[in-house]
């Protein structure tokens, strides 16, 4: 079988195996509600990556719950994917796990309510596999598409692409296919037409595959909704809509979600047959002597945060947990470049150098570890007074197990959490699991920062000279100083420059906050736009924002929720940072934050939606079409009976605004057809000849009949319309222009002849 993007790295490209990215920790004290079966919290999952030190040298394991009453060789599970979970360290299923598996197992459809790290994942992947599995063993192979899952963020579906790959590495010539916004199409386009059984997915690139016609769900099977509130909180209700109506009327589908608001009940009753409901409560919590704090910081200023934090905090040692292999070892060499007794453990590295690393780490010699969750599986070293959650985990278990490297023996420990606006709804989830409150943490000051750094240059240069034997240098700066004419400041100040590096002592820009979460009409989607497809109305352009223009509208049949995705995914940018979005017909205006940097720029400006370029600019001022009275692609919104107050038997009375978006705003009264002159034009055909042939544009319109005379003489919108005279310019073709051809007359048979009852029109 096979996963298609390489592991640690978000690139989608082809390659045979991944291994799970994050450790499953503990769920402890967990209960269920209106849940089929009981059971018990589940072991240490995974383990896949070896520890950083073997069991028997870990002087402290961790501990799992442990269950009698079920097992996973007890729920039904395929034989080929039960190997597979043996593989990877899963006896005893989580309770959202026991409750869910045998229902799905048994072809019902599902909600889960859980929070996010109550492992979810396996317990839709599991069934879904056996499932399949099982399938191809009656009706044979198949590279057809017959699993779909949706999840909110890129990160998200390809820890889910993972986690599916590693539950079936077992099944044969098999296929998982993540596909998100912010990558190249080529990689996935060619994935899909090899063929996936497995399609894990953000909602706008899975939009955008199925209207290039790439993805073909036409045989799907079952589909998977995964944290379905968090996908709606951030504007994807519209494409959710789309992709389940485009799917079989005969699929399975389950829905997972923390939350059940009233945007997920709706689309449980519309999309989901007879669903069973479960619901899960995780009642994890950690030590009270760790002091938890979060930090708000963009993903290019993480190393900044970080390097300061370390400069103005008393820490001793201190392990850095990160999701991927290839960012241990990038961090801790920039770590190391900056000054800092840095290194990193992960899977690729052998386990002798791990355990040695780990001994440097107990011993003082280096003091920032860089890991993964699975390699710093069963490590205990007691000086650990830090733990950094540089990149946040996907799942509460997994952090509460990594704060609890620290305060340890009593000790007081600091857990630090780094996270974006975006990944909110994680911190959420990590108090209600943990049952405390993460504090805020401001990021230290430049000023803060600089005043440590002078007091630290001072009391070097204070333990140099009382320390160090410094005649030698003494003498030579007095020569410099003779020969030279200089000051020994001066000198000394080249010194202190020489000894730097190059490297400036004093910091002088403050890291970039991040934008201000805008306050929204709803959390679902649907609430946050009008009739235009846009995300709202705009209510002028919040602190430190700017209007910027992408070059995908209307006409490209682009949603909200997909320029949201790309801007998220491929920028960084998180979905609480994007303002108002106003889609037009070539274009749309999108408010973002005003101080974007210029590689964040280059990387919109490159990025697709749909297939086409976006090309983000900041826009050039030009108002919006609304208020000129142009674009009238959009609702006009209301009725067109009498056009705010008037009547248009002869369109002598006032014209109005026709109200909504692109409107003749303007309004005015209309001249009578009569007092507007004959405009000539056009004899019969589309393009040459007088108007007057067939009565003129804006003359009397009766010389024309039908169409073209007086609205009395055709009964209005509302009455009893006159036949077309055949005399008119003749019959049209279907479909075709008016050269050549006439209008049928319509009699009092034909569609639209008697409508006493609809309009607004008087005679």
């Given at each position: 079988?096979?996963?298609?993007t390489?592991?640690?790295n978000?690139?989608a490209?082809?390659?045979?195996?991944?291994?799970?990215?994050?450790?499953?920790?503990?769920?402890e004290?967990?209960?269920?509600e209106?849940a089929?079966?009981?059971?018990?919290?589940?072991?240490?999952?995974r383990?896949?990556?070896a520890?950083?030190?073997?069991?028997?040298?870990s002087?402290k394991?961790?501990?799992?719950?442990e269950s009698?009453e079920?097992?996973?060789a007890e729920?039904?599970?395929?034989?080929?994917?039960?190997?597979a979970?043996?593989?990877?360290?899963?006896?005893?299923?989580s309770p959202i796990?026991?409750?869910?598996?045998?229902?799905?197992?048994?072809?019902?459809?599902?909600?889960?309510?859980?929070?996010?790290?109550?492992g979810?994942?396996?317990?839709?992947?599991?069934?879904a596999?056996s499932r399949?599995?099982?399938l191809?063993?009656?009706?044979?192979?198949?590279?057809?598409?017959?699993v779909?899952v949706?999840?909110?963020t890129?990160e998200?579906?390809?820890?889910?692409?993972?986690?599916?790959?590693s539950y079936?590495?077992?099944?044969?010539?098999f296929?998982?296919l993540p596909v998100?916004?912010g990558?190249p199409?080529?990689p996935?386009l060619?994935g899909?037409?090899r063929?996936?059984?497995?399609?894990?997915g953000?909602?706008?690139?899975?939009?955008?595959?199925?209207q290039k016609?790439s993805l073909?769900?036409?045989n799907?099977?079952?589909?998977?909704?995964?944290?379905?509130?968090?996908?709606?909180r951030?504007?994807?209700?519209?494409?959710?809509?789309?992709i389940?109506?485009?799917?079989?009327?005969?699929?399975?589908?389950?829905?997972?979600s923390?939350t059940m608001?009233?945007?997920?009940?709706r689309?449980?009753?519309?999309?989901l047959?007879d669903?069973?409901?479960v619901?899960v409560?995780?009642?994890?919590?950690?030590?009270k002597?760790?002091?938890?704090?979060y930090?708000?910081?963009?993903?290019p200023?993480?190393?900044d945060?970080?390097?300061?934090?370390f400069?103005t905090?008393?820490f001793?040692?201190?392990?850095?947990?990160?999701?991927t292999?290839l960012a241990?070892e990038?961090?801790?060499?920039k770590?190391?470049?900056?000054?800092?007794r840095?290194?990193?453990?992960?899977?690729?590295i052998p386990?002798?150098?791990?355990e040695?690393?780990?001994?440097?780490?107990?011993?003082?010699k280096?003091?920032?570890?860089?890991?993964?969750?699975?390699?710093?599986?069963?490590?205990?070293v007691?000086r650990i007074?830090?733990?950094i959650?540089y990149?946040i985990?996907?799942?509460?278990?997994?952090?509460?197990?990594r704060?609890g490297?620290t305060?340890r023996?009593?000790?007081?420990?600091?857990?630090i959490l780094f996270?974006t606006p975006?990944e909110?709804?994680?911190?959420r989830a990590?108090e209600?699991?943990?049952?405390?409150?993460?504090?805020?943490?401001r990021?230290?000051?430049v000023?803060?920062?600089?005043?440590v750094?002078?007091?630290?240059?001072?009391e070097?240069?204070?333990?140099t000279i009382e320390?160090?034997?410094?005649s030698?240098?003494?003498?030579?700066v007095?020569k410099?100083?003779?020969?030279?004419d200089?000051?020994?400041s001066?000198?000394?100040?080249a010194?202190?420059?020489m000894?730097?590096?190059?490297?400036?002592?004093l910091l002088?820009?403050e890291?970039?906050l991040?934008p201000?979460?805008?306050?929204?009409?709803?959390?679902?989607?649907?609430?946050?736009?009008?009739?235009r497809?846009?995300?709202g109305?705009?209510r002028g352009?919040?602190?430190?924002g700017a209007?910027y223009?992408?070059?995908?509208?209307?006409?490209?049949?682009?949603l909200?929720?997909s320029?949201?995705g790309?801007?998220?995914?491929?920028?960084g940018i998180p979905?609480?940072?994007?303002g108002g979005?106003?889609?037009?017909?070539?274009?749309?205006?999108?408010e973002?934050?005003?101080?974007l940097?210029k590689?964040?720029?280059?990387r919109?400006?490159g990025?697709?939606?749909g297939?086409?370029?976006i090309?983000?600019?900041?826009?050039n001022?030009r108002?919006?079409?609304s208020?000129?009275g142009?674009?009238?692609?959009?609702?006009?919104g209301?009725?067109?009976g009498?056009?705010?107050?008037g009547?248009?038997?002869g369109?002598?009375g006032?014209?109005?605004?026709?109200?909504?978006?692109?409107g003749r705003?303007s309004?005015?009264?209309r001249?009578?057809?009569d007092?507007?002159g004959?405009r000539?034009?056009?004899?019969?055909?589309?393009?040459?000849?007088?108007?007057?042939?067939?009565?003129g544009?804006g003359?009397?319109?009766?010389e024309?009949?039908?169409?073209g005379?007086?609205?009395?003489?055709?009964?209005?919108?509302?009455?009893?319309?006159?036949?077309?005279?055949s005399?008119?310019?003749?019959?049209r073709?279907f479909?075709?222009?008016?050269?050549?051809?006439?209008r049928k007359?319509r009699?009092?048979?034909?569609?639209g002849?008697?409508?006493?009852?609809?309009?607004f029109?008087r005679d």
């Amino acid at each position: 079988m096979s996963f298609d993007t390489p592991e640690n790295n978000y690139d989608a490209a082809a390659t045979e195996t991944a291994s799970p990215s994050v450790e499953s920790a503990p769920v402890e004290n967990a209960s269920i509600e209106n849940a089929p079966v009981e059971s018990a919290p589940v072991e240490n999952a995974r383990a896949e990556e070896a520890p950083a030190v073997s069991e028997e040298k870990s002087s402290k394991k961790d501990k799992s719950a442990e269950s009698d009453e079920i097992l996973f060789a007890e729920l039904g599970i395929d034989g080929r994917v039960l190997r597979a979970l043996t593989d990877v360290g899963y006896e005893k299923p989580s309770p959202i796990q026991a409750a869910t598996i045998p229902l799905l197992l048994d072809g019902k459809d599902v909600v889960g309510l859980a929070q996010t790290g109550t492992g979810k994942t396996a317990a839709f992947a599991i069934p879904a596999l056996s499932r399949m599995a099982e399938l191809a063993d009656i009706n044979g192979p198949s590279r057809d598409t017959q699993v779909l899952v949706l999840a909110p963020t890129r990160e998200l579906a390809l820890q889910v692409a993972e986690a599916f790959t590693s539950y079936a590495r077992h099944l044969e010539d098999f296929t998982v296919l993540p596909v998100y916004g912010g990558s190249p199409y080529g990689p996935q386009l060619s994935g899909l037409r090899r063929g996936a059984q497995v399609v894990v997915g953000t909602p706008g690139r899975v939009i955008d595959h199925i209207q290039k016609g790439s993805l073909d769900l036409s045989n799907l099977q079952y589909v998977v909704l995964d944290e379905a509130d968090e996908m709606l909180r951030m504007g994807f209700a519209e494409e959710v809509d789309r992709i389940l109506e485009s799917t079989p009327k005969d699929k399975q589908v389950a829905l997972f979600s923390a939350t059940m608001p009233s945007s997920i009940r709706r689309i449980a009753k519309q999309y989901l047959r007879d669903p069973q409901e479960v619901t899960v409560k995780s009642q994890t919590t950690t030590g009270k002597n760790i002091r938890q704090r979060y930090v708000q910081v963009m993903g290019p200023y993480k190393l900044d945060a970080m390097t300061r934090i370390f400069e103005t905090e008393e820490f001793d040692g201190v392990i850095t947990f990160v999701r991927t292999k290839l960012a241990t070892e990038d961090l801790a060499d920039k770590l190391k470049a900056r000054g800092f007794r840095a290194a990193a453990i992960n899977g690729d590295i052998p386990q002798q150098q791990r355990e040695r690393t780990v001994e440097q780490l107990r011993d003082g010699k280096i003091d920032i570890l860089v890991a993964t969750d699975v390699a710093a599986r069963g490590l205990d070293v007691e000086r650990i007074s830090h733990v950094i959650n540089y990149d946040i985990p996907h799942d509460t278990e997994s952090y509460v197990h990594r704060i609890g490297r620290t305060g340890r023996a009593g000790r007081q420990g600091d857990a630090i959490l780094f996270m974006t606006p975006r990944e909110k709804y994680l911190l959420r989830a990590i108090e209600k699991a943990t049952r405390q409150e993460v504090e805020h943490m401001r990021l230290p000051s430049v000023d803060a920062v600089n005043d440590v750094r002078l007091n630290k240059f001072a009391e070097r240069i204070t333990e140099t000279i009382e320390s160090e034997d410094l005649s030698v240098f003494r003498g030579l700066v007095e020569k410099y100083e003779a020969d030279h004419d200089i000051t020994a400041s001066e000198i000394a100040a080249a010194l202190a420059y020489m000894a730097q590096g190059g490297r400036p002592l004093l910091l002088e820009n403050e890291i970039p906050l991040p934008p201000a979460k805008q306050a929204r009409e709803g959390r679902d989607g649907r609430d946050m736009r009008d009739g235009r497809g846009s995300r709202g109305p705009s209510r002028g352009l919040s602190e430190g924002g700017a209007t910027y223009r992408i070059a995908v509208g209307r006409r490209q049949r682009v949603l909200p929720g997909s320029i949201v995705g790309a801007l998220a995914n491929e920028g960084g940018i998180p979905s609480s940072a994007i303002g108002g979005i106003d889609i037009r017909a070539d274009h749309s205006l999108v408010e973002l934050p005003a101080d974007l940097s210029k590689d964040t720029l280059d990387r919109l400006s490159g990025t697709r939606i749909g297939g086409n370029l976006i090309h983000l600019e900041l826009d050039n001022g030009r108002r919006p079409r609304s208020d000129e009275g142009g674009d009238r692609g959009g609702d006009r919104g209301g009725y067109r009976g009498g056009r705010e107050g008037g009547y248009r038997g002869g369109r002598e009375g006032g014209g109005g605004s026709r109200g909504g978006f692109g409107g003749r705003s303007s309004g005015g009264f209309r001249k009578d057809r009569d007092d507007r002159g004959d405009r000539g034009g056009r004899s019969g055909g589309f393009g040459g000849g007088e108007r007057s042939d067939r009565g003129g544009f804006g003359g009397d319109r009766a010389e024309r009949g039908g169409f073209g005379g007086e609205r009395s003489d055709r009964g209005g919108f509302g009455g009893d319309r006159a036949p077309r005279s055949s005399e008119s310019t003749g019959e049209r073709d279907f479909g075709n222009s008016r050269e050549g051809g006439f209008r049928k007359p319509r009699t009092g048979k034909t569609f639209g002849a008697s409508r006493p009852n609809r309009g607004f029109r008087r005679d």
